[in-house]
């Protein structure tokens, strides 16, 4: 596992760096624990049928895996990953980051 502190400028739809950074599916192949300083993250389940998950400042939430994350404002977080899966979810970012996308 890894614990790591996340600070991401909203609002931010991770749809199209998913897309563009080739996740399979689309979808974040990571599952996230965590707890919001500040801010807002929404979870969504694309082709699933499960309903959108939000977090808010002060919760814990988990996203498994299968997930698009949109910060609905700058966000604040504490996040525990598994160390495997997150490498693969960040080698996606900076790839889709490499290639310009926002």
Excluded: W
Excluded at 44 to 67: Q, R
């Amino acid at each position: 596992m890894e614990v790591g502190f996340t600070r991401t400028a909203g609002p931010r739809d991770c749809t199209e760096l998913y897309r563009v950074g080739g996740m399979p599916g689309g979808v974040c192949p990571c599952p996230h624990y965590g707890y919001i300083y500040s801010g807002t993250i929404r979870a969504t389940y694309p082709n699933t049928g499960l309903p959108d998950e939000t977090a808010t400042a002060g919760e814990v939430y988990f996203f498994p895996a299968g997930h698009i994350l949109i910060y609905e404002e700058a966000t604040e977080a504490l996040e525990i990953n598994p160390a495997y899966a997150l490498k693969q979810c960040m080698d996606v970012i900076e790839r889709a980051a490499a290639l310009g996308t926002p």
